[in-house]
């Protein structure tokens, strides 16, 4: 059974850069054709879809993030990550990582405060 | 973007008792290999959201069969035939069908 672990600081500096990976467990990140996605949820808020990688590396990145957004893949060691740039307290949010829509992360709540 | 509607934004339901939570999205969901990537999520007070129903209608794998999803083109519904205590949180329909991906702004679904 596939399962997803987000890891990452737990709190950024506004104008920094977040970074987080997501690892994968229990099965290959490479088998089947899925994507792997980003997404968050402000607290008491809803979702907002940041973007999603294939293993080939092909992306697509929300058009109201991209400039900010970069994600990466290695499947040698079962991971995808994230970096948001130029961070501000509206990037403070859980961030979950997610197969295709049918597997999710727990979660890592991400702050952006000095 | 294509916005996704919910209604109603909170449902207040006797145990037992059906529950319905409608989805509108303002285009089309029908893709070009035609199908409809409309999926609903619950999310239960913090824990991550889960997948319950994909492509409109199919059950995703240890979903009771209390839950039905319905619908086409631009008008979805969730139903749970009989609520129960577990069921308790917040409802989200979200499409695929056209980037970026796009969520509802949920259903809150809590026992009377």
């Known amino acids: 059974q596939v399962q997803l672990q987000e890891s990452g600081p737990g709190l950024v500096k506004p104008s920094q850069t977040l970074s987080l990976t997501c690892t994968v467990s229990?099965?290959?990140?490479?088998?089947?054709?899925?994507?792997w996605s980003w997404i968050r949820q402000p607290a008491g808020k809803g979702l907002e879809w940041i973007g999603r990688?294939?293993?080939?590396?092909?992306?697509n990145y929300n058009p109201s993030l991209k400039s900010r957004v970069t994600m990466s893949v290695d499947t040698s060691k079962n991971q995808f990550s994230l970096k948001l740039s130029s961070v501000t307290a509206a990037d403070t949010a859980v961030y979950y990582c997610?197969?295709?829509?049918?597997?999710w992360g727990k979660g890592t709540t991400v702050t952006v405060s000095s | 973007d294509i916005v996704m509607t919910q209604t109603p934004l909170s449902s207040p339901v006797t145990l037992g008792q059906p529950a319905s939570i409608s989805c509108r999205s303002s285009?089309?969901?029908?893709?070009?290999?035609?199908?409809?990537?409309l999926s609903w999520l619950q999310q239960r007070p913090g824990q991550p959201p889960r997948l319950l129903i994909y492509?409109?209608?199919n059950r995703f794998s240890g979903v009771p069969d209390r839950f039905s999803g319905s619908g086409a083109g631009t008008d979805f519904t969730l139903k749970i035939s009989r609520v129960e205590a577990e069921d308790v949180g917040v409802y989200y329909c979200?499409?695929?069908?056209?980037?970026?991906?796009?969520f509802g702004q949920g259903t809150k679904l809590e026992i009377k």
């Open positions: 285009q089309s969901l029908v893709h070009s290999d035609g199908n409809t990537y």
């Open positions: 990688i294939y293993t080939s590396g092909s992306t």
């Open positions: 229990g099965g290959s990140i490479s088998s089947g054709s899925f994507y």
């Open positions: 997610v197969r295709f829509m049918d597997v």
């Open positions: 492509k409109i209608s």
């Open positions: 979200t499409q695929a069908t056209q980037f970026p991906n796009t």
